[in-house]
T-cell receptor, first 113, second 118 residues
């Protein structure tokens, strides 16, 4: 069973701060990595995808991947109250015929004004 | 990002009846569809994976005769909850990927269906 671990939180940061969300995964064959945001009562929405080691930036969001350490993170700069949500880390594995994603349990983030 | 449309968004049905949920990919080919259920404050639970034109692969513990999945085209998958009971009340969410583009492709989610069985 492939495992994806996230700090369950809750993580609480003040408005304008940097929120750091972490994720580790068990399968070295993992190929693709995704961060989703899920507001309460809504379905997940894709924020970032990352496929190679290093950083990937998109606006206030930066995803970081270190395959040697089996670690992927998401940084949110200038956090806003509207960023308050549960953040889900997801990974795929190489060669899976089903193409499924393996999700962590999510980290709940609260940004207070 | 790509759009996945799921309907209905909310449904209330009587115990013993069946409910069909539709999931459509609007601007891409959904070679693979995933169906999840989520209870309040809990994580996503994968129910089944379906590839277009093939039978769905169900996760352990999910009754295939109760949760019927059809993926007849590259843009449409349906989940039918048969003989629904109150314990089937949950948030059902579909997700789709286009694996013809390779493994480095995102999965996009529908809006979800909140099912209440009374």
């Amino acid at each position: 069973q492939k495992e994806v671990e996230q700090n369950s939180g809750p993580l609480s940061v003040p408005e304008g701060a940097i929120a750091s969300l972490n994720c580790t995964y068990s399968d070295r064959g993992s190929q693709s990595f995704f961060w989703y945001r899920q507001y309460s009562g809504k379905s997940p929405e894709l924020i970032m995808s990352i496929y190679s080691n290093g950083d990937k930036e998109d606006g206030r969001f930066t995803a970081q991947l270190n395959k040697a350490s089996q670690y992927v993170s998401l940084l949110i700069r200038d956090s806003q109250p509207s960023d308050s949500a549960t953040y889900l880390c997801a990974v795929t594995d190489r060669g899976s015929t089903l193409g499924r994603l393996y999700f962590g349990r999510g980290t709940q983030l609260t940004v207070w004004p | 990002g790509a759009v996945v449309s799921q309907h209905p968004s909310r449904v209330i049905c009587k115990s013993g009846t069946s409910v069909k949920i539709e999931c459509r990919s609007l601007d891409f080919q959904a070679t693979t569809m995933f169906w999840y259920r989520q209870f309040p404050k809990q994580s996503l639970m994968l129910m089944a994976t379906s590839n277009e034109g093939s039978k769905a692969t169900y996760e352990q513990g999910v009754e295939k005769d109760k949760f019927l999945i059809n993926h007849a085209s590259l843009t449409l998958s349906t989940l039918t909850v048969t003989s629904a009971h109150p314990e089937d009340s949950s948030f059902y969410i579909c997700s789709a990927r286009d694996l013809y583009l390779g493994e480095n492709t995102e999965a996009f989610f529908g809006q979800g269906t909140r099912l209440t069985v009374v």
